[in-house]
């Protein structure tokens, strides 16, 4: 079983960025989809970003704009690149296998890793 680790979160003031990474154990070249989640404190956790095949994205209406997701099979790594970052983005940051069909083709299918924590400050 692919296993993986999040990684690049930290602190940061509003208006800077970030780039998260999320390092597998294995290929990631037969994920049909992934997906960066994130869970602020005292909320459930919510999708942020998913890339499926064909080029397909999705973001969510929050960070549309401000957050780009992508992926690079070579390396086995998926990506989130953050701007413009507001106190509200932070939360603990997961990424994950997405289911790959579907309406809510974005949806997470596999296990939790310990995610990154990303801190924005005012």
């Known amino acids: 079983q692919v296993q993986l680790v999040e990684s690049g979160g930290g602190l940061v003031q509003a208006g800077g960025s970030l780039r998260l990474s999320c390092a597998a154990s294995?290929?990631?070249?037969?994920?049909?989809?992934m997906g960066w989640y994130r869970q602020a404190p005292g909320k459930q956790r919510e999708t942020v970003a998913g890339?499926?095949?064909?080029?397909?994205?999705y973001y969510a209406d929050s960070v549309k704009g401000r957050f780009t997701i992508s992926r690079d099979n070579a390396k086995n790594t998926l990506y989130l690149q953050m701007n413009s970052l507001i106190p509200e983005d932070t939360a603990v940051y997961y990424c994950?296998?997405?289911?790959?069909?579907?309406?809510?083709?974005?949806?997470?299918?596999?296990?939790w890793g310990q995610g990154t924590l990303v801190t924005v400050s005012s």
């Open positions: 994950n296998a997405a289911a790959g069909f579907g309406g809510s083709w974005y949806r997470p299918t596999g296990s």
């Open positions: 294995g290929s990631i070249f037969s994920f049909n989809a």
């Open positions: 890339i499926g095949g064909g080029g397909r994205l």
